[in-house]
């Protein structure tokens, strides 16, 4: 399904019965709906469950130039909107946490619970520089050029040794991102900051990062800015922890789903 928001339109899944609560899945740069099929049925029985292509990937529409954090922010709320969502947990993983983080930060009273996975707090000059280097190869020589370097950052040696299926779904779909697509949030990636709100933050969060991600200890860093927040490691992950440990990631994720919301009523009553 597809939705309009402003000049662009983004494709869509629903899945679970109507009279459930709202959980939305925000994907990573250059992945697509099919990110979260493996934690679909284990879900739906509790929440409508909305999957969505961020701008520029899978079946959405591809707008040409810069994509900001933000934006992509305002197109999540955008699409909360078209589909009259009032309320929902957020769970989003690399450039889908950031969206989510961003969203929380602009309108807590959107979300129920937020959970956020392998980002950092803020691009340096260091990953500034090697998104711009992506940005060139992709400009070049099309989004194949990248396949291998992105492959080998997001798994562990472990996964790619044993040739898991997991491998080449998300090879594929690497390489059937729109190269414009890629390059704008690729843009977003390269400055982004995160951290201005944190310590205002209202909304119980959790923040989960794979074992082995180059993410872990920025991802750590944001949940230490924000108050109350929960931190958990998935045990033999990476990147993308909720492909490499599947069982992990769903059961650190249930537990948190269905705990009391706590935090926020402490916080609401003082």
Request: proline share 4%; charged share 20%.
């Amino acid at each position: 399904m597809r939705s309009s928001i402003g000049a662009i339109e983004l494709n869509y899944l629903v899945d679970g019965d109507c009279d459930l609560p709202w959980l939305i899945f925000s994907n990573s740069v250059a992945t697509d709906t099919g990110l979260w099929d493996g934690q679909i049925n284990f879900l739906k029985g509790h929440f409508r469950i909305l999957r969505y292509d961020q701008r520029g990937h899978g079946l959405s529409d591809v707008p040409i130039g810069r994509y900001t954090i933000d934006m992509v922010a305002d197109d999540l709320y955008s699409l909360m909107q078209s589909l009259q969502i009032s309320r929902a947990s957020l769970i989003g993983i690399s450039m889908g946490g950031m969206t989510v983080l961003t969203l929380a930060k602009r309108h807590p009273e959107l979300v129920d619970k937020l959970v956020v996975c392998d980002c950092g707090p803020a691009a340096n000059a260091s990953s500034t520089e090697q998104w711009l280097e992506r940005i060139d190869v992709v400009s070049a020589e099309g989004m194949s050029a990248i396949v291998d370097e992105t492959i080998n950052r997001w798994f562990t040696e472990q996964t790619l040794k044993s040739h898991s299926p997991v491998i080449k779904r998300v090879a594929k779909m690497v390489r059937s991102t729109p190269r414009e697509g890629f390059i704008g949030s690729a843009y977003a990636l390269s400055t982004f900051d995160l951290r201005p709100g944190l310590e205002d933050m209202n909304v119980p969060t959790l923040f989960m990062a794979g074992q082995h991600d180059a993410a872990l200890e920025g991802t750590r860093a944001l949940s230490n800015s924000v108050p109350g927040s929960k931190f958990a490691i998935v045990p033999s992950a990476g990147h993308l922890c909720n492909l490499e440990n599947p069982q992990g990631f769903i059961t650190t994720l249930k537990t948190f789903l269905e705990s009391p919301r706590q935090l926020h009523e402490i916080r609401s009553a003082n």
